[in-house]
DNA sequence: TATGAATGAGCTTTCATTCAT
DNA sequence: TATGAATGAAAGCTCATTCAT
């Protein structure tokens, strides 16, 4: 379906347009739990009004997904430039666990995804792509000692591993946020030092 | 405060008919996500008024909690089974994986629980208090080589990282309840293997 | 329709219970706001379960009304007592109001009353006898002199006056209840002072 | 925060709506009790559904208050002609209560506003600003002559009493309304004659 | 007499989404 | 493109009253 130029700079600003309320949503998200955000809180933030929403988004859902793609583009991008940098297991764990803990919205939105059995076929597929890239990125932490298959193994252990740390100890009872996180970091620290063996 | 048999038959009764809707709440969640339950269902499914669920709970968040509890309850006596014949971390791994994969509605139960942040100081209190008993249980792979404190941090460590694989790929696309299974017990080996070298 | 002694002692039986209830009652709006007030915490109050409430009184307005027609006794045998002290306009007025503003659960019954259109016949004559009662103390004030019509009539407007005065201040904006209270004389004395003339 | 003319016809029209809104709503209270109006009846009523309601009004107690204080505004406007014409103490006395025997509905608000102590801060204080403006008409009957102290003080005994009979007598047992008004203004006449003396 | 169980009717407010303009 | 208006479906909890025992 090729189209004239017309199209295609439309097409951008219709983009552009769609960015401007991520970006809102984005912020929205940053500073309500994420079953409080309600579609007029990110019109309002992005100074338009929230049936504007529905020319952009088919519906709620797919704006939330998006925004929490952006997230996700930007774990991985830090990810990637912590394994450039010649980051070791422990230290990607530790660093995802602090950027995921300090982004607690990402986590509950990923949670969410992921525990909603109701996604659209091509929702989920954007999903399962931005996980893929994720998980190629933790790949690269195991090398292809064992074959690209046990190394995919171990990947997919790790990313489990922390999120389930992530879950599991996020509302820790009792601790203020500085000790939960100090605690999950142990944790991290624990099932990494068991992969560097 | 001591009763005579006449009180405590009737209070006996009265946990029988409490037992009976909590019944019926594991089953309504059983077919329906979490966020999806209304006291209506439940009480049609017990075959009774929704005001009564009133009379037996003192609201809505409290008959969850307590059907979660009762799942949970079956849980940590499943692991205490196999944990007394002496099973080792993969068995109890792949079982723990196996039993939350066969009981969906129990593992959605325990990420809503604690995601939720809204908990009252007593339901909170019940559920950390299960939380503790089953984190016993898997401390009792670690025996005391490395002291209690290091025994604690690896069940912690357990833990988290079968939740994060229960949650991580519960929803793998395209593939169906028996493979995703199968993949999710293969990512336990490979780390319940890591904890055993 | 004689009654046998037996017959008898359980009406008087019965009465007594009733007596206890209304008793319990009158306690319990006396803490509660009027709207506010259920059975069941009257039931409770009591040390009796709700449902019996039902055998004594046959529905919640009547078992109402009698706590306020137990009220209003008390209010005119106060107001008796004053006139037979021989109290005049003045003084009267003030007590009245005194009585009813630190005894605001009467009030807001009787007001509720008064403007209830839903009374059941036999309710609504028993209410007005006790008011006829009250107004027949209230005439004492103004003699003779006119005619008796004149002064039923006067009775009326004080009356009246008072409620008004009542109803009117009750909620002043901004003042507290002693402040309440002293303008609340203050304009009765004004009244009151009219009629004296 | 100047408007341009298309902001204010949309402005107005707005309260164009409002204003349907607030009819529905008088014309509900005047054939059901005060406190068993419900949004949906008045959305009813308007022919639109009851969320928009919200849509115009944050809750259903700011519409209840609008309502009353359109009537008052009307109370007070036929008050101020009365006033302007040099009708004295009886003639206002007389058509006060003429007026509001005539539209029970505002009476009832009235009263229950007087009676209930949960109003948030603003709408009391418009209500409080209605009163106010009532009193300053009243007043006007009570010239100089004695301070304007001393005139403020016969404004509030005269707005009590007519308060009190409207409240003692609308429901008069066993007459009609000709009647009850018949003497309920027989009240009102005793009353400023009194204070014309 | 006395109770706990049980019910049904009730009611406000929220919000995603659609529609007319 | 952009908006405000409009809607319907939802949902938890309360409480007087009745009933079975």
């Known amino acids: 379906m090729k ?9 951008t600003e219709k983009q552009a347009r769609r960015d401007l309320i991520v970006d809102a ?21 992005a100074g338009i009004s929230h049936a504007l929403i529905y020319h952009y988004f088919p519906d709620q859902q797919s704006l939330f997904v998006e925004a929490f793609l952006r997230g996700a583009g930007e774990i991985i991008g ?13 230290t990607v764990t ?9 982004h607690d919205q990402y986590f509950r939105m990923m949670t969410h ?23 190629d990125q933790l790949q690269r932490l195991f090398g292809d000692a064992g074959g690209r298959e046990t190394a995919r193994i171990y990947a997919h252990a790790l990313f489990a591993s922390m999120n389930g740390i992530l879950i599991t100890f996020r ?9 939960v996180l100090r605690h999950m970091k ?3 620290r624990a099932i990494a030092g068991r992969f560097t063996k």
């Open 3 to 11: 189209q004239g130029p017309m199209a295609r700079m439309k097409e």
């Open 25 to 45: 949503a984005e912020r929205v998200f940053s500073s309500s739990p994420f079953d409080r955000v309600r579609v007029r809180d990110i019109a309002r933030e």
């Open 78 to 90: 830090t990810l990637k430039e912590h394994l450039d940098a010649g980051a070791g297991i422990e």
């Open 94 to 102: 530790e660093r995802f666990i602090e950027y995921l803990s300090g």
């Open 113 to 135: 995804f992921m525990l909603d059995g109701n996604l659209s076929g091509e929702l989920l597929e954007r999903l399962n792509a931005m996980e893929r890239r994720l998980l």
């Open 171 to 179: 509302n820790y009872p009792g601790r203020d946020r500085e000790e």
């Open 186 to 188: 142990r944790i991290g």
